[in-house]
């Protein structure tokens, strides 16, 4: 049974696609010396993986948690018959970091970037009857060259990193395309007035080319609009006579079908989906669809005991949204990882907001070389997942702190804002979620005071909570949100940590998360909270769950608490 087998890109379905997930051959390059030793053209590898299972992970059959400058795959594949004489592309959901592809022998592309998407077309390097797909993945995570988020530097996890992630990750999959396709879709929706602007990239031979959108809700028409697709862009504006819009805990998704035809004959077709929602902001309130909802936000780390960064089943990925709203809460913050599109898509269709974030942790904004890194991949996520109606804000750097360089590190928050913010408008962004602020739409900071009084005093209505450092971005009215609180340890077998002191007894665990969550839903000024965390992680045992996902708690209790009406709802 192929692992993982379920479509990777929930917005960009096409029905001719073949799952390269299983067993792969594998080899460990510790001096990343195998071109030099004929890896590439070495007929068999030393050893067999599960792909998208990393090697770090118990689930890829290998298991090896030492560091990993470099990895070999190897496997082959038969084309489909009716793959041939069509346009072959080969996809990759993620691979960590710096990645070459050889398709028979040669070079079909490299990839810098262990988070975001990347595909190459392998029309010409491939025959009909069987292939072979060659991949290294570079990986040097001491280098302070490449984003790595929470994933440990050291031989062992410490702290609050953990194991790494080396290699393959996400699914690998093949597609075939006529000569002309559709390249890419941009939607971008209007809740408030029901309309959705939908821009098509398109390549190939276009004269003569249409291109069609059309949507659907429940199976029932609702609308469509064409236009000519000879430039190979183009813009439709879908209206919705009678919207039925996406909202927090109500996941309303139309469907929607991307045609490229010329004279009436299809030449691709894409199918895809939208939610009909709109952000903006009233002061100190955070409007979905001109509503004001207080986010209720818990960290989310996406890390598993048994897949590392990969999920074992497209299921727990739904399951561990399902588990966090339990609990009470509408949304996560998606911290120091790009998740799946699976997880996005689950998020869509629960009703579940989330803040997409780049693991920024591993690099470092004064240098100079850093703005091309981090930008580079940074785009491709961005263009990724702006689809995605669950997602509701962006935060492309965590907890910048120390000097600032003659200002470098300023530049760089200010610049990746601005580019941002040039490439979506409609989301907000927070420059560096907690730390020193050069540029951002909502003001936010973390706090992991235990001690509830303490807390009460500090988040008392009225009193302000901005302009914390000396070089902090003044504030000037943005929204504030306390973007990471509570992380209260609970491990009964003392091993692992939590902040500050553990609580002695479960009711005094509940006395606390009731204090501090209290203290910050009775502050009017709040839009928003993030409570650390989810689930354990390794070491890091401040979660709601256990790390394989067992509740420590009554998650009625935690419900009750964290779900109440905030002071900004009113």
Same mark, same amino acid.
């Given at each position: 049974?192929?692992?993982?087998?379920?479509?990777?890109?929930?917005?960009?379905?096409?029905?001719?696609?073949?799952?390269?997930?299983?067993?792969?051959?594998?080899?460990?390059?510790?001096?990343?010396?195998?071109?030099?030793?004929?890896?590439?053209?070495?007929?068999?590898?030393?050893?067999?993986?599960?792909?998208?299972?990393?090697?770090?992970?118990?689930?890829?059959?290998?298991?090896?948690?030492?560091?990993?400058?470099?990895?070999?795959?190897?496997?082959?594949?038969?084309?489909?018959?009716?793959?041939?004489?069509?346009?072959?592309?080969?996809?990759?959901?993620?691979?960590?970091?710096?990645? =070459?592809?050889?398709?028979? /022998?040669?070079? $079909? @592309?490299?990839?810098?970037?262990?988070? #975001? +998407? !990347?595909?190459?077309?392998?029309?010409?390097?491939?025959?009909?009857?069987?292939?072979?797909?060659?991949?290294?993945?570079?990986?040097?995570?001491?280098?302070?060259?490449?984003?790595?988020?929470?994933?440990?530097?050291?031989?062992?996890?410490?702290?609050?990193?953990?194991?790494?992630?080396?290699?393959?990750?996400?699914?690998?999959?093949?597609?075939?395309?006529?000569?002309?396709?559709?390249?890419?879709?941009?939607?971008?929706?209007?809740?408030?007035?029901?309309?959705?602007?939908? =821009?098509?990239?398109?390549? /190939?031979?276009? $004269? @003569?080319?249409?291109?069609?959108?059309? #949507? +659907? !809700?429940?199976?029932?028409?609702?609308?469509?609009?064409?236009?000519?697709?000879?430039?190979?862009?183009?813009?439709?504006?879908?209206?919705?006579?009678?919207?039925?819009?996406?909202?927090?805990?109500?996941?309303?998704?139309?469907?929607?079908?991307?045609?490229?035809?010329?004279?009436?004959?299809?030449?691709?077709?894409?199918?895809?989906?939208?939610?009909?929602?709109?952000?903006?902001?009233?002061?100190?309130?955070?409007?979905?669809?001109?509503?004001?909802?207080?986010?209720?936000?818990?960290?989310?780390?996406?890390?598993?005991?048994? @897949?590392?960064?990969?999920?074992?089943?497209?299921?727990?990925?739904?399951?561990?949204?399902?588990?966090?709203?339990?609990?009470?809460?509408?949304?996560?913050?998606?911290?120091?990882?790009?998740?799946?599109?699976?997880?996005?898509?689950?998020?869509?269709?629960?009703?579940?907001?989330?803040?997409?974030?780049?693991?920024?942790?591993?690099?470092?904004?004064?240098?100079?070389?850093?703005?091309?890194?981090?930008?580079?991949?940074?785009?491709?996520?961005?263009?990724?997942?702006?689809?995605?109606?669950?997602?509701?804000?962006?935060?492309?750097?965590?907890?910048?702190?120390?000097?600032?360089?003659?200002?470098?590190?300023?530049?760089?928050?200010?610049?990746?804002?601005?580019?941002?913010?040039?490439?979506?408008?409609?989301?907000?962004?927070?420059?560096?979620?907690?730390?020193?602020?050069?540029?951002?739409?909502?003001?936010?900071?973390?706090?992991?005071?235990?001690?509830?009084?303490?807390?009460?005093?500090?988040?008392?209505?009225?009193?302000?909570?901005?302009?914390?450092?000396?070089?902090?971005?003044?504030?000037?009215?943005?929204?504030?949100?306390?973007?990471?609180?509570?992380?209260?340890?609970?491990?009964?077998?003392?091993?692992?940590?939590?902040?500050?002191?553990?609580?002695?007894?479960?009711?005094?665990?509940?006395?606390?998360?009731?204090?501090?969550?209290?203290?910050?839903?009775?502050?009017?000024?709040?839009?928003?909270?993030?409570?650390?965390?989810?689930?354990?992680?390794?070491?890091?045992?401040?979660?709601?769950?256990?790390?394989?996902?067992?509740?420590?708690?009554?998650?009625?209790?935690?419900?009750?608490?964290?779900?109440?009406?905030?002071?900004?709802?009113?």
């Amino acid at each position: 049974m192929t692992p993982r087998s379920e479509y990777p890109r929930p917005q960009f379905k096409r029905s001719a696609w073949l799952n390269l997930n299983g067993q792969w051959q594998f080899e460990i390059d510790h001096g990343d010396s195998g071109r030099a030793r004929g890896l590439l053209e070495k007929e068999t590898l030393e050893r067999e993986i599960t792909v998208p299972f990393c090697p770090e992970s118990r689930l890829s059959g290998i298991g090896s948690t030492d560091f990993m400058k470099a990895v070999w795959y190897k496997r082959s594949f038969t084309l489909p018959r009716q793959a041939e004489g069509r346009r072959v592309f080969i996809h990759f959901g993620a691979v960590d970091y710096a990645t =070459e592809v050889w398709i028979n /022998g040669q070079s $079909a @592309g490299t990839h810098r970037g262990g988070y #975001a +998407s !990347f595909s190459f077309e392998i029309t010409s390097l491939v025959h009909p009857g069987e292939n072979t797909v060659t991949l290294c993945a570079r990986d040097d995570q001491s280098s302070r060259r490449q984003p790595y988020g929470k994933q440990s530097w050291k031989y062992q996890s410490f702290g609050c990193f953990y194991t790494r992630t080396t290699g393959i990750w996400q699914t690998v999959w093949l597609e075939w395309t006529n000569d002309s396709r559709i390249k890419s879709v941009r939607l971008t929706p209007d809740g408030i007035n029901g309309t959705l602007l939908v =821009e098509a990239e398109m390549d /190939g031979p276009l $004269a @003569g080319c249409t291109f069609k959108a059309e #949507a +659907s !809700f429940e199976g029932a028409y609702e609308t469509e609009a064409e236009a000519d697709a000879d430039s190979g862009r183009t813009r439709l504006m879908l209206i919705i006579e009678e919207p039925k819009l996406w909202n927090v805990g109500e996941g309303n998704l139309y469907d929607l079908k991307l045609t490229l035809s010329r004279n009436g004959e299809t030449l691709d077709e894409v199918k895809s989906y939208f939610g009909l929602r709109t952000i903006s902001f009233d002061g100190g309130k955070c409007l979905i669809n001109g509503k004001s909802v207080f986010q209720r936000l818990v960290l989310d780390q996406g890390f598993y005991p048994d @897949g590392i960064y990969t999920a074992p089943s497209d299921e727990e990925l739904k399951n561990d949204i399902l588990r966090s709203q339990a609990c009470g809460f509408n949304g996560a913050r998606l911290h120091q990882k790009v998740f799946e599109q699976r997880f996005l898509y689950w998020a869509d269709k629960l009703g579940y907001i989330v803040w997409g974030e780049f693991p920024s942790w591993g690099i470092d904004p004064k240098d100079a070389a850093t703005p091309a890194i981090f930008l580079d991949e940074w785009l491709e996520v961005l263009a990724r997942d702006y689809n995605a109606p669950s997602v509701v804000g962006w935060c492309p750097w965590n907890e910048t702190w120390g000097e600032r360089a003659d200002g470098a590190k300023e530049e760089t928050m200010r610049l990746t804002y601005l580019v941002t913010k040039a490439y979506d408008p409609t989301r907000p962004c927070i420059d560096a979620s907690g730390g020193i602020h050069a540029a951002t739409d909502i003001y936010d900071t973390h706090d992991y005071e235990q001690d509830v009084e303490v807390y009460k005093e500090r988040y008392a209505p009225g009193k302000p909570v901005y302009d914390r450092f000396e070089r902090d971005q003044h504030y000037a009215g943005q929204p504030v949100m306390v973007s990471e609180y509570g992380g209260i340890g609970w491990n009964p077998d003392g091993a692992g940590w939590g902040y500050g002191n553990n609580p002695k007894t479960e009711e005094e665990l509940m006395a606390r998360y009731k204090g501090l969550t209290d203290a910050l839903l009775d502050k009017p000024e709040l839009m928003g909270f993030c409570y650390t965390q989810l689930t354990d992680v390794e070491q890091e045992r401040n979660g709601l769950y256990y790390y394989d996902r067992r509740p420590k708690f009554d998650t009625e209790k935690i419900r009750a608490i964290t779900a109440r009406k905030a002071a900004i709802e009113e």
